[in-house]
Nanobody
């Protein structure tokens, strides 16, 4: 069974940092790209960042470029998202996603709240 479990969210002041983790199981982790998405209240879910299976290709949304850093540890089946210089507009539930076996799998999400 494919499972993704996010953690590391919390409440932080503007300018602060958080490190999110996405722990994966139930599939050959090193074979798949992983994406981070977020959904703010009243808004659609949007892509934040993604990383290829080897970690050699990375993409960021323009809104987070230069502030967020994605990485992965294939030995630990975990993808990380380092959030720096946080802004109130980064407040959202953050999800990780993998496309495997012909469908998308999502974690339950972790809440990030940035106070001004």
């Amino acid at each position: 069974e494919v499972q993704l479990v996010e953690s590391g969210g919390g409440l932080v002041q503007a300018g602060g940092s958080l490190r999110l983790s996405c722990a994966a199981s139930g599939f050959t982790f090193a074979d798949y790209a992983i994406g981070w998405f977020r959904q703010a209240p009243g808004k659609e879910r949007e892509g934040v960042s993604c990383i290829s299976s080897s970690g050699g290709t990375i993409h960021y949304a323009d809104s987070v470029k230069g502030r967020f850093t994605i990485s992965r540890d294939n030995a630990r089946n975990t993808v990380y998202l380092q959030l720096d210089s946080l802004k109130p507009e980064d407040t959202a539930v953050y999800y990780c996603r993998v496309g495997a076996y012909g469908r998308d799998f999502w974690g339950q999400g972790t809440q990030v709240t940035v106070s001004s």
